[in-house]
């Protein structure tokens, strides 16, 4: 029998929240993503061994962590467990060689150098080895504590929001290294975030809750990809699509093979023939009834309107199916009128190269 890499069955009652949460994610790097309050710390506590109100069945693996009707509750010490909190978390009076070797010494493992020095060439921190934290700045901090928790040899890593500390240019440094881990590590991860951002390059799977309930699960596309699902807000909305790096122009633009369309963005740092994923924010997309002309923007993707949602307010999102991928426009209620937008109409979807931020351009999970 083949079981999922995660399986999560839980339920909690409290005086003023109730959560009731199922979800099993394969291999890869599950999102628990919604807004705060939805349930996620819950989740990730109870899957951690901290508390025991929770009820229910957690696995890794063929591993049971907790089934409360079989009387299994495994303290935290013994899951097997790497944990990435907010804040590094780091010994001040060690060095980082140090603080990576004490996930060994915890858990009463073998020194295996083979191990140590694979996880520090992943993160890149052997010229970091000597110092100590208080010599790093927060994005090197992270990535010690990202191997500190891998050296632990974990089941299951748990990274509990481990960006939201960090400044815009540290959360770029630190997500390339979240993909290698999600790529090249063996072990699942269980991430909890409320940025569309780092769902968008990171998930393999994403569970989205709201009030303690799973309302969506499936892959980043298709979760961002539903416009009834907001939980940062209107401006988080937007749409995932992957594309394949094509050539580098001299001009500074790299093209893209979206589907068979090009796409032209600012210098992406890639090799040719590299898979990415792009996050393109539905506020960054123009619509046309006919194919642009004689205008700056260099990126025009014809496609077909799958859907289009109003709220109370002046705006209005609109789905769109292109060779790319699905594709979302916010535009005013006024302009769908104006323009006779109806499902089943041909769209043309006009998107600034500037637009895509350096932030929304990951590599695609393997």
Same mark, same amino acid.
Do not use: C
């Given at each position: 029998?083949?079981?999922?890499?995660?399986?999560?069955?839980?339920?909690? *009652?409290?005086?003023?929240?109730?959560?009731?949460?199922?979800?099993?994610?394969? @291999?890869?790097?599950?999102?628990?993503?919604?807004?705060?309050?939805?349930?996620?710390? $819950?989740?990730?506590?109870?899957?951690?061994?901290? &508390?025991?109100?929770?009820?229910?069945?957690?696995?890794?693996?063929?591993?049971?962590?907790? *089934?409360?009707?079989?009387?299994?509750?495994?303290?935290?010490?013994?899951?097997?467990? &790497?944990?990435?909190?907010?804040? %590094?978390?780091?010994?001040?009076?060690?060095?980082?060689?140090?603080?990576?070797?004490?996930?060994?010494?915890?858990?009463?493992?073998?020194?295996?150098?083979?191990?140590?020095?694979?996880?520090?060439?992943?993160?890149?921190?052997?010229?970091?080895?000597?110092?100590?934290?208080?010599?790093?700045? #927060?994005?090197?901090?992270?990535?010690?504590?990202?191997?500190?928790?891998?050296?632990?040899?974990?089941?299951?890593?748990?990274?509990?929001?481990?960006?939201?500390?960090?400044?815009? !240019?540290?959360?770029?440094?630190?997500?390339?290294?979240?993909?290698?881990?999600?790529?090249?590590?063996?072990?699942?991860?269980?991430?909890?975030?409320?940025?569309?951002?780092?769902?968008?390059?990171?998930?393999?799977?994403?569970?989205?809750?709201?009030?303690?309930?799973?309302?969506?699960?499936?892959?980043?596309?298709?979760?961002?990809? %539903?416009?009834?699902?907001?939980?940062?807000?209107?401006? *988080?909305? &937007?749409?995932?699509?992957?594309?394949?790096?094509?050539?580098?122009?001299?001009?500074?633009?790299?093209?893209? %093979?979206?589907?068979?369309?090009?796409?032209?963005?600012?210098?992406?740092?890639? $090799?040719? &023939?590299?898979?990415?994923?792009?996050?393109?924010?539905?506020?960054?997309?123009?619509?046309?009834?006919?194919?642009?002309?004689?205008?700056?923007?260099?990126?025009?993707?014809?496609?077909?309107?799958?859907?289009?949602?109003?709220?109370?307010?002046?705006?209005?999102?609109?789905?769109? *199916?292109?060779?790319?991928?699905?594709?979302?426009?916010?535009?005013?209620?006024? @302009?769908?009128?104006?323009? #006779?937008?109806?499902? #089943?109409?041909?769209?043309? !979807?006009?998107?600034?190269?500037?637009?895509?931020?350096?932030? %929304?351009?990951?590599?695609?999970?393997?």
């Amino acid at each position: 029998m083949t079981h999922p890499a995660l399986s999560v069955h839980l339920k909690q *009652d409290r005086d003023t929240f109730a959560l009731d949460v199922s979800f099993d994610a394969p @291999s890869g790097l599950t999102v628990l993503f919604g807004a705060s309050g939805s349930g996620k710390t $819950s989740v990730i506590d109870a899957v951690a061994g901290l &508390g025991t109100s929770a009820t229910g069945q957690v696995a890794v693996g063929d591993q049971v962590l907790m *089934d409360t009707a079989r009387k299994i509750h495994l303290p935290p010490h013994k899951r097997r467990l &790497g944990y990435i909190f907010q804040d %590094d978390r780091l010994f001040p009076h060690l060095s980082v060689a140090r603080n990576l070797d004490y996930a060994r010494w915890i858990t009463r493992q073998p020194k295996d150098q083979k191990a140590f020095d694979r996880v520090v060439e992943m993160l890149g921190i052997g010229s970091l080895l000597p110092r100590r934290p208080a010599r790093l700045s #927060g994005g090197e901090k992270q990535r010690v504590a990202i191997g500190r928790a891998l050296l632990a040899r974990p089941k299951l890593i748990l990274a509990d929001e481990p960006l939201s500390a960090l400044d815009d !240019a540290r959360k770029a440094e630190i997500l390339p290294y979240f993909e290698r881990l999600r790529d090249e590590s063996d072990v699942p991860i269980l991430y909890v975030t409320h940025a569309a951002t780092e769902v968008a390059r990171l998930a393999t799977t994403v569970v989205a809750l709201a009030a303690g309930r799973v309302i969506r699960q499936g892959t980043a596309a298709e979760v961002l990809g %539903d416009p009834s699902f907001t939980p940062g807000g209107l401006r *988080d909305i &937007g749409a995932v699509i992957e594309a394949q790096v094509l050539t580098h122009h001299a001009d500074g633009l790299t093209e893209l %093979d979206a589907g068979g369309l090009p796409l032209l963005l600012p210098q992406v740092v890639r $090799s040719v &023939g590299d898979k990415l994923r792009l996050r393109i924010a539905a506020q960054d997309v123009i619509l046309s009834k006919t194919r642009p002309e004689g205008m700056s923007a260099l990126n025009i993707l014809p496609g077909t309107i799958a859907d289009i949602q109003t709220s109370d307010g002046p705006g209005a999102v609109v789905s769109l *199916d292109t060779a790319a991928g699905r594709v979302l426009a916010r535009v005013t209620k006024r @302009s769908a009128q104006a323009m #006779g937008l109806q499902p #089943g109409g041909s769209i043309f !979807a006009v998107v600034k190269s500037v637009a895509v931020a350096p932030g %929304d351009v990951g590599t695609a999970s393997r």
